[in-house]
């Protein structure tokens, strides 16, 4: 009797389980059939989007232009091809990936071929049968400074972008703007970036139209034209005081006094009184000649002065301070100790422990009393002692870091 029931109780499990597949089986069944369904109906109409525009292209006009030299890029429709992408829909995001990859790889192939000497590869040649030969160095150096030269320019007129901010988006930082600008509404900062990129590009385009040698009175007064254009825009679009802002986060003689300044650790107030000054001497110079030997010196004259007159309104210590900033050194030591969070100070006790060095070194050397070699034998002495000194200041993993560059120890013990 138990026995009977058992299989019973197995035969009404089986049933239950093949009629719960045959359900799930026409279920997924359907579900299938519905979501191919969709899948043709979307691809129905994106090749009918893709045909219009086929049409359209072929009854149209094709605007070919050699502003930039198509032919050396492959290609003479980019325009065309960017037309059509956009005429079947295809995302903003996605044609700039699209040409920007397909623009940088032809731009390889040219770059490619001056990368090997032409001679086949045999395994068991040394390195050096591959190596380039002069003439063909230089020649890929000219080609890459061609590249470099054209690839922004034809990116910024097909896709209206800038190259390298573009490229550092993927390797770099892909917020600085919205960093920079965060004082700005979204809104605002959309509009002033698509300003930027605008004007950007007619200062880019008028430049490479000018060529490669000293700018024309004619092409000065168009560059000049732009700038005033840009600053019209921007007047209408920002305030006075975001206006400012907007100069003090992202201008060129913002970003150049940033990097002069370290180890000075200006405020806000003598950052800005310092800009202003300097914008003023960037402006009156922009279009100048700097490698003209006159025009240089003129320049630096009048920055001389600007810090002459800025120093007389700066009280001793910070005078000290902004002296001490102009130090190549004193600059790498101030970068040194923000990487490595060390002490206040360290930076200053670092130069002061250079400066006591080299004068007991000139003090040595002088010395009329000591002979060669109790002279040589002082001054190992001497540097060793420093360099013992600089490790226990700054650590050593940031001595190990700033000795690459701090040649100034190494030859303490040299007479």
Not at 94 to 120: C, E, F, P, S, W
């Amino acid at each position: 009797m138990k026995t009977r029931f058992v299989v019973i109780l197995v035969l009404f499990n089986v049933a239950a389980l093949g009629a719960g597949f045959v359900y799930f089986s026409q279920y997924w069944g359907r579900q299938v059939a519905q979501t191919q369904e969709s899948t043709q109906v979307e691809l129905a109409a994106w090749q009918a989007r893709a045909t219009a525009a086929t049409v359209q292209a072929e009854n149209s006009v094709v605007y070919k232009t050699n502003t930039f030299n198509w032919s050396q890029v492959e290609s003479t429709d980019y325009r065309q091809y960017i037309a059509n992408l956009r005429g079947i829909g295809c995302p903003e995001s996605t044609i700039k990936d699209i040409i920007m990859t397909d623009v940088m790889r032809l731009y390889a192939q040219r770059l490619g071929q001056y990368y090997h000497n032409g001679r086949d590869f045999k395994f068991w040649e040394t390195d050096d049968k591959r190596k380039l030969k002069q003439p063909q160095i230089e020649e890929r150096e000219k080609q890459l400074a061609a590249i470099n030269k054209e690839l922004p320019a034809v990116l910024r007129e097909l896709l209206g972008i800038n190259y390298e901010r573009e490229v550092n988006k993927y390797f770099v930082d892909t917020d600085e703007d919205n960093r920079r600008l965060g004082f700005l509404s979204d809104d605002k900062r959309s509009q002033l970036l698509a300003l930027r990129d605008q004007f950007e590009g007619e200062r880019e385009r008028a430049k490479y139209e000018a060529g490669d040698g000293k700018l024309a009175a004619a092409d000065i007064y168009k560059l000049q034209q732009i700038d005033q254009n840009q600053d019209a825009a921007l007047s209408r679009l920002l305030t006075p005081e975001e206006k400012e802002e907007y100069e003090l986060s992202e201008s060129p003689t913002a970003d150049k006094l940033r990097k002069q300044l370290i180890g000075f650790n200006p405020t806000e107030d003598e950052f800005r009184e310092m800009f202003r000054r300097q914008k003023a001497i960037d402006s009156e110079y922009e279009y100048e000649d700097t490698n003209d030997e006159s025009v240089r010196a003129a320049k630096e004259a009048e920055e001389q002065a600007m810090m002459a007159d800025l120093k007389g309104q700066l009280p001793p210590e910070r005078v000290t301070q902004l002296d001490r900033s102009q130090d190549p050194d004193y600059q790498s030591l101030c970068v040194l100790s923000e990487r490595y969070d060390l002490p206040d100070g360290t930076s200053d006790a670092l130069l002061n422990m250079r400066q006591t060095a080299e004068d007991q070194k000139r003090q040595l050397l002088a010395n009329k009393d000591m002979s060669p070699d109790q002279i040589d034998v002082a001054l190992k002495a001497m540097q060793a002692e420093t360099e013992k000194e600089a490790r226990a200041a700054l650590g050593d993993e940031a001595f190990a870091q700033y000795s690459q560059s701090a040649s100034w120890i190494q030859s303490l013990g040299t007479n």
